[in-house]
């Protein structure tokens, strides 16, 4: 049945965000059918807005207060009271996406709750205290997905698909952390763990294009590379018990990042720099080996090899 025209309009809409910002995450999106598409969309917008929120020039109370307005936002999403007439596209599509899908509404209370971490300027002494924020920025993310990708019945152990999708959100958190180091160092924020920091002489932070005298910053960053791989490792044992498309679109997003990492990897200091990416081919590259089930294949085997 064709959707009515207002819902048809406000997925188009996060369609559109998605398409703008999402410059990594849009691979792996456009490979779902059409609801799942959408729906990942309509929560991508929704992410957006909190995220942006979080990172823009707002004074610490507006921002409070305007991340509250979106709390009370999804309160209505939740109790089924946005109209199809609402003004406010990702409300609409939101709401619908959660009426169509079992989409575990309290992971964007998750997200919320961890851009206020954010917005304290919290820190994070160890990678016990950091993984919990990550949790709510990017493990919800991941069980907020599983909602709309579903399991395949009868997949072995399918009930810890919940924690796959939580890590693996845990490994792209961590590689994006990674990634822009300097832009939050710009932004006066650091967040790898302090007694990491110490161990690698680089608790003075990460201002400027080279590392400071004495600090082993390619040690620092080699040792995250190894703790995000054994993230990614454990997550990927998500896919087997996704579809082919959802599998899909797991493997583009996580396979995108996994290629940062390695040139991360490869050029530590290139995260001083600028911003590391990939050019365009290459994430296309990536999401049709996903699609083709290359990449899928490949990490199942590297995951139960890591298991033996
Ligand atoms: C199971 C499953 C689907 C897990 C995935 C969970 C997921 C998509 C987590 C997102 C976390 C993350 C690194 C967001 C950055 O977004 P950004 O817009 O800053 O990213 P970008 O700058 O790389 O485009």
Redesign the pocket.
């Given at each position: 049945m064709p959707l009515p025209a207002p819902v048809m309009a406000a997925y188009s809409y996060c369609e559109a965000v998605t398409g703008q910002?999402?410059?990594?995450?849009a691979y792996g999106i456009r490979l779902l059918p059409t609801a799942e598409r959408r729906a990942m969309s309509a929560l991508y917008a929704f992410s957006r807005r909190v995220d942006d929120i979080g990172d823009g020039a707002l004074a610490s109370d507006v921002k409070h207060a305007r991340l509250e307005e979106t709390r009370q936002l999804l309160d209505r999403v939740r109790e089924g009271k946005v109209e199809e007439d609402d003004t406010d596209p990702v409300a609409v599509a939101l709401s619908h996406a959660a009426q169509a899908f079992p989409i575990p509404l309290g992971g964007l209370d998750e997200l919320i709750d961890g851009v206020l971490m954010d917005v304290r300027g919290e820190t994070y002494e160890t990678w016990d205290e950091l993984k919990t924020y990550c949790r709510c920025v990017?493990g919800a993310?991941?069980r907020l997905?599983?909602g709309v990708f579903g399991t395949q019945p009868g997949a072995h152990q399918v009930e810890r698909a919940p924690e796959y999708?939580d890590t693996?959100?845990l490994a792209?958190?961590l590689t994006?952390i990674l990634r822009d180091v300097r832009e939050d160092a710009e932004g006066g924020r650091v967040y790898l763990p302090a007694d990491d920091l110490a161990k690698f002489g680089c608790s003075d932070g990460f201002l400027g294009t080279r590392p400071a005298d004495g600090a082993d910053f390619a040690g620092l960053v080699h040792f995250e590379v190894r703790r995000a791989r054994a993230l990614f490792a454990e997550g990927y044992r998500?896919l087997p018990m996704l579809d082919r498309r959802s599998g899909a679109c797991?493997a583009a997003?996580a396979g995108i990042y996994r290629r940062l990492l390695d040139r991360i990897e490869r050029d530590p200091e290139a995260v001083l720099r600028g911003r590391v990416s990939l050019p365009g081919r290459e994430k296309a590259y990536v999401a049709v080996r996903g699609l083709s089930g290359l990449d899928a294949r490949h990490i199942a085997r590297q995951s139960a090899r890591r298991r033996t």
């Open positions: 910002q999402a410059r990594n995450f990017a993310i991941g997905s599983l999708a693996l959100g792209l958190q994006n998500l797991v997003m």
